[in-house]
């Protein structure tokens, strides 16, 4: 049987914690590996890294630092359906946690 896929959505994730991005994006899997008229391909972005550096002390001692990091863990997950399935009502149902931020753009 050969799948119409008509329309394509990008669902793109973002978190802090890469456990919690890596169960919401096992979530969203399962999700759409119950809709036969679905595909879906996972791509992971390269890590940013922020690093910050602060002094120690702010009157005395101007060479001891201290650097702290933010590393924000991102993957996009391309959707191709058909056209008859509301895909926007069944991602909206899938109560991803708070941790992740998610953006769905239409292609």
């Keep these: 049987m050969d799948i119409k896929t008509n329309e394509k959505i990008r669902v793109r994730l973002e ?10 994006c096992r979530k969203l899997v399962t999700l759409l590996d119950t809709n036969t008229e679905t595909k879906y391909s996972m791509v992971p972005l390269p890590t940013d890294k922020r690093i910050y ?40 149902k899938s109560d991803l946690p708070a941790g992740v931020l998610y953006r769905i753009c239409l292609s």
Excluded: G, Q, T
């Excluded at 978190?15 to 919401?24: A, I």
């Excluded at 399935?85 to 909206?92: E, G, K, T, Y």
């Design 53 to 92: 550096c602060v002094l120690r002390s702010p009157h005395v001692n101007k060479d001891a630092r201290e650097h702290f990091e933010v590393r924000v863990h991102k993957r996009i997950l391309d959707i191709y359906y058909d056209s008859s399935v509301n895909m926007f009502d069944l991602l909206s």
């Design 15 to 24: 978190s802090f914690n890469h456990e919690l991005l890596n169960s919401s």
